[in-house]
């Protein structure tokens, strides 16, 4: 039997269907899904005071900070993530002075070039030091911050699914607000069915496709942007210039890990089409949508919706 359970985890909407015999042991599966979420949250978020990113944050310029395995290969994954998309992923944006950016009516225009660069100044990967003997972390500015807001909803739907594999789990999806990862074929013996995220219409797929063993995240301006002087900014500020992007409503990324998905989708929507899809060819078993502005729509090599 199927079942779902929708919660607010993460800060974020996460729905998970799971596939059981029976109603006892899929609604086991679900309550450990559940947990595992809840235990990633209290490892990575910025808002529990005694999370190891905390602490790691409040010792920037100090001293290094020791942290368990899990927590250090993630870090260490997101600096490697930052090295193939120069720079354009960095998990040290928490570091934006965000008091420049508010994406709401009341931002009636854009700060000038001086004040845009002083918000990034301290976003750079390359000053985080990672101790792999001692597994530390340590920000060398004060002021410096990390946050995995741009990789934390697909690194837990990616650990989620393992555990629930490893329990014997043969078909789910695990859905953190459209940053979806699933596996298996579900008892009618048909292929999961995918939704990409439509750019104009948050609630509403652009396209659909059967598939299974495969992550799917998109980076879209659909629910965070500002109008001005009739030209749409999205939320995503670039972290290179401190102003936010234009010309792409969204970029959806699928591959088969959807960590991998998620922290790709934002970086390559910063990048822009050529040289996100360039990026996109090159690695492999990762595959791109884009849709610009004029709803064109562009694809990675291997794919074609048309």
Same mark, same amino acid.
């Given at each position: 039997?199927?079942?779902?359970?929708?919660?607010?985890?993460?800060?974020?909407?996460?729905?998970?269907?799971?596939?059981?015999?029976?109603?006892?042991?899929?609604?086991?599966?679900?309550?450990?899904?559940?947990?595992?979420?809840?235990?990633?949250?209290?490892?990575?978020?910025?808002?529990?005071?005694?999370?190891?990113?905390?602490?790691?944050?409040?010792?920037?310029?100090?001293?290094?900070?020791?942290?368990?395995?899990?927590?250090?290969?993630?870090?260490?994954? =997101?600096?490697?993530?930052?090295?193939?998309?120069?720079?354009?992923?960095?998990?040290?944006?928490?570091?934006?002075?965000?008091?420049?950016?508010?994406?709401?009516?009341?931002?009636?225009?854009?700060?000038?070039?001086?004040?845009?660069?002083?918000?990034?100044?301290?976003?750079?990967?390359?000053?985080?030091?990672?101790?792999?003997?001692?597994?530390?972390?340590?920000?060398?500015?004060?002021?410096?911050?990390?946050?995995?807001?741009?990789?934390?909803?697909?690194?837990?739907?990616?650990?989620?699914?393992?555990?629930?594999?490893?329990?014997?789990?043969?078909?789910?999806?695990?859905?953190?607000?459209?940053?979806?990862?699933?596996?298996?074929?579900?008892?009618?013996?048909?292929?999961?069915?995918?939704?990409?995220?439509?750019?104009?219409?948050?609630?509403?797929?652009?396209?659909?496709?059967?598939?299974?063993?495969?992550?799917?995240?998109?980076?879209?301006?659909?629910?965070?942007?500002?109008?001005?002087?009739?030209?749409?900014?999205?939320?995503?500020?670039?972290?290179?210039?401190?102003?936010?992007?234009?010309?792409?409503?969204?970029?959806?990324?699928?591959?088969?890990?959807?960590?991998?998905?998620?922290?790709?989708?934002?970086?390559?929507?910063?990048?822009?089409?050529?040289?996100?899809?360039?990026?996109?060819?090159?690695?492999?078993?990762?595959?791109?949508?884009?849709?610009?502005?004029?709803?064109?729509?562009?694809? =990675?090599?291997?794919?074609?919706?048309?």
């Amino acid at each position: 039997m199927q079942k779902k359970t929708t919660q607010l985890l993460m800060g974020n909407r996460f729905e998970i269907t799971l596939e059981a015999k029976t109603e006892k042991e899929v609604d086991f599966f679900l309550k450990h899904a559940v947990e595992e979420i809840q235990r990633i949250e209290e490892l990575l978020s910025t808002f529990k005071p005694n999370s190891q990113t905390n602490l790691i944050n409040e010792n920037a310029g100090v001293k290094p900070v020791k942290v368990s395995d899990e927590t250090f290969s993630l870090i260490e994954r =997101s600096k490697k993530i930052s090295k193939i998309t120069d720079g354009y992923f960095d998990i040290t944006y928490g570091s934006i002075d965000k008091k420049f950016w508010n994406f709401d009516t009341s931002m009636t225009e854009l700060p000038d070039e001086d004040l845009a660069r002083k918000s990034i100044a301290l976003i750079n990967y390359k000053n985080m030091e990672l101790d792999a003997e001692k597994k530390t972390v340590f920000l060398k500015n004060k002021g410096m911050r990390i946050g995995f807001g741009g990789i934390g909803k697909g690194y837990a739907a990616e650990k989620t699914k393992i555990l629930m594999k490893s329990l014997g789990v043969k078909a789910g999806i695990i859905n953190a607000s459209g940053d979806m990862s699933c596996w298996g074929i579900p008892e009618n013996g048909k292929p999961w069915t995918i939704g990409i995220a439509h750019p104009d219409f948050a609630d509403m797929p652009f396209s659909t496709l059967e598939t299974t063993d495969l992550a799917v995240a998109t980076s879209g301006n659909y629910e965070k942007f500002v109008m001005i002087g009739g030209k749409k900014y999205s939320h995503t500020i670039n972290p290179k210039t401190g102003f936010p992007i234009t010309g792409l409503k969204s970029v959806t990324i699928l591959s088969p890990n959807a960590e991998i998905s998620d922290a790709l989708a934002t970086p390559i929507s910063i990048m822009g089409i050529q040289d996100g899809l360039a990026l996109i060819n090159k690695l492999k078993d990762i595959e791109c949508i884009i849709i610009d502005d004029e709803n064109a729509v562009h694809y =990675s090599d291997n794919i074609n919706f048309e």
